[in-house]
């Protein structure tokens, strides 16, 4: 069965530090891997997905995510927070369905 | 474009009540639909499958007489909580693929939130 890890629940930054979100998922298969972000009381939007290719994927609202198989990790990268980004971030693998980690809450420091 | 829209955003009503969840794909067709559940401060559930012209599918403990889905176009499924009570209280999210297969993302609703007192 597949399932995904996200290890951090809370994570704070302040404004303009790099961002790195831990994903960690299980399956058989070739993974089909997404990061969506939720607002509070918000629907959840698509950030950027892997299927295949290039290990590195670029995605929207200058996020990106780096996927290696050896660790089984898809983890979430941004250069420089923006307060704007403070929201809850989903890790999601998507084999016969889509299973979402936990979820990671970022908070950014002004 | 891939845009969801789901209605109501919000909804209140009394114990008893059967409650109607409309979810649409407004720029594309979805020949299925997900349908999820949300507790606070967790991450989401899928309910069950909607499929275009078919029952729909189920996810292990969800009740199929409780939460009946009716998907009879392929830009709307709608999802009713008969009965509701207030454990039924929760988030729900909508969500459809622009393209089938399981590469492909799943575009969601704003999602409903329903109390029921």
């Known amino acids: 069965a597949q399932s995904v890890t996200q290890p951090d629940i809370h994570i704070t930054v302040s404004e303009g530090a790099s961002l790195e979100l831990r994903c960690n998922y299980s399956?058989?298969?070739?993974?089909?891997l997404f990061w969506y972000v939720q607002s509070p009381g918000q629907g959840l939007q698509l950030l950027l997905k892997?299927?295949?290719?290039?290990?590195l994927v670029q995605g929207i609202k200058g996020f990106e995510a780096e996927f290696k198989r050896s660790q089984s990790s898809f983890n979430l990268r941004k250069p420089s927070v923006h307060w704007s980004d403070a929201a809850e971030y989903f890790c999601?693998?998507?084999?016969?369905?889509?299973?979402f980690g936990a979820g990671t809450i970022l908070r950014v420091k002004s | 474009g891939a845009v969801v829209s789901q209605h109501p955003s919000w909804v209140i009503c009394k114990s008893g009540t059967s409650v109607k969840i409309e979810c649409r794909s407004l720029d594309f067709q979805a020949t299925t639909m997900f349908w999820y559940r949300q507790f606070p401060k967790q991450s989401l559930m899928l309910m069950a499958t909607?499929?275009?012209?078919?029952?729909?599918?189920?996810e292990q403990g969800v009740e199929k007489d409780k939460f009946l889905i009716n998907h009879a176009s392929l830009t709307l499924s709608t999802l009713t909580v008969t009965s509701a009570h207030p454990e039924d209280s929760s988030f729900y999210i909508c969500?459809?693929?622009?393209?089938?297969?399981?590469?492909?993302?799943?575009?969601f609703g704003d999602g409903t939130r329903l109390s029921i007192l």
């Open positions: 999601a693998v998507s084999g016969n369905k889509l299973v």
């Open positions: 399956y058989g298969a070739t993974p089909y």
């Open positions: 969500s459809a693929r622009e393209w089938e297969g399981s590469n492909q993302p799943q575009h």
């Open positions: 909607s499929n275009e012209g078919s029952k729909a599918t189920y």
């Open positions: 892997y299927f295949s290719g290039d290990t």
